[in-house]
C-alpha cells in the first residue's frame, strides 16, 4: 500500500539557519503529496501543496517539489525563525488510497535564538 | 470560531470506562475523518465518513466506533477504554471537491488509567 518516510527528528537549528526536512513515498500512479505543519497544542494545518510531477509547493517562505524519478517531496527554507518551531508531517492522497491522506510520522523542529 | 471544534479538549478516564469524543464543524464539508497520533507514528485513521449514511473503518478501528449525526457532526466512541488508547485525537474534515485538503480541530488529549 501508499507510504510516507520521513526523516527522524527532533531536528535543532539556529536561527536563519537553512532546513531541509526529507520525504519520500511509496504510492502507485501519481499521488498528490503535501506537507502540514502541527504548532504546539493545535491540530495539523496544510502547509503547502502539489499535485503532478515538477510542481513546486510554496508558502510562508517553505518550498517543496514533487520529484517523481526520485519519489521525494523534501521541504526546504532558506531562513527559519523561532516561530517555525513545530512538527511537520509529509503526506500523500493517492488512487490506492480512496481519498484517504496517509501521513508520515511527522520530524519536530525547535529553531533556537 | 474555530471551524472544526472538539470536545473535550482534555479527558483523564479509567479502564473500562465508556468515552465519547465529539466532533463539529461550520465549513459545510461532506468527509468527516478521525484520527490519533501517537508519538512517532505520525496519525492514524481510525474511522472516516464521506455523508450522513457512509462510514467506513480505517486502520485501526478495533475498540472505537462512531455516529454521524448530522453533516456537521461525527463522534467517536470508546466502549470499554483501555490504557493503550491513551492518545491524541483529532478530527477533520474535506470537502468533496478538494477532498485532498483536511482541515483538523485542536485534538482531544485522553489519558486512560
Known amino acids: 500500500g501508499d507510504s510516507v518516510t520521513q526523516m527522524e527528528g527532533p531536528v535543532t537549528l539556529s536561527e536563519e539557519a537553512f532546513l531541509t526536512i526529507n520525504c519520500t513515498y511509496t504510492a502507485t500512479g501519481y499521488p498528490s503529496l503535501f506537507w502540514y505543519v502541527q504548532y504546539p497544542g493545535e491540530g495539523l494545518q496544510l502547509l503547502l501543496k502539489a499535485t503532478k510531477a515538477d510542481d513546486k509547493g510554496s508558502n510562508k517562505g517553505f518550498e517543496a517539489t514533487y520529484r517523481k524519478e526520485t519519489t521525494s517531496f523534501h521541504l526546504e527554507k532558506g531562513s527559519v525563525q523561532v516561530s517555525d518551531s513545530a512538527v511537520y508531517f509529509c503526506?500523500?492522497?493517492?488512487?490506492?488510497?480512496?481519498?484517504?491522506?496517509?501521513f508520515g510520522p511527522g520530524t519536530s523542529l525547535s529553531v533556537i535564538p | 470560531d474555530a471551524d472544526v471544534t472538539q470536545t473535550p479538549r482534555n479527558r483523564i478516564t479509567k479502564t473500562g470506562k465508556r468515552i465519547m469524543l465529539e466532533c463539529s464543524q461550520t465549513k459545510g464539508h461532506d468527509r468527516m475523518y478521525w484520527y490519533r497520533q501517537d508519538p512517532g507514528l505520525g496519525l492514524r485513521l481510525i474511522y472516516y465518513s464521506f455523508d450522513v449514511k457512509d462510514i467506513n473503518k480505517g486502520e485501526i478501528s478495533d475498540g472505537y466506533s462512531v455516529s454521524r449525526q448530522a453533516q456537521a457532526k461525527f463522534s467517536l466512541s470508546l466502549e470499554s477504554a483501555i490504557p493503550n488508547q491513551t492518545a491524541l485525537y483529532f478530527c477533520?474534515?474535506?470537502?468533496?471537491?478538494?477532498?485532498?485538503?483536511?482541515?483538523f480541530g485542536p485534538g482531544t488529549r485522553l489519558t486512560v488509567l
Open positions: 477533520a474534515t474535506s470537502d468533496r471537491q478538494g477532498a485532498d485538503e483536511q482541515f
Open positions: 503526506a500523500l492522497s493517492g488512487k490506492t488510497s480512496y481519498d484517504k491522506v496517509i
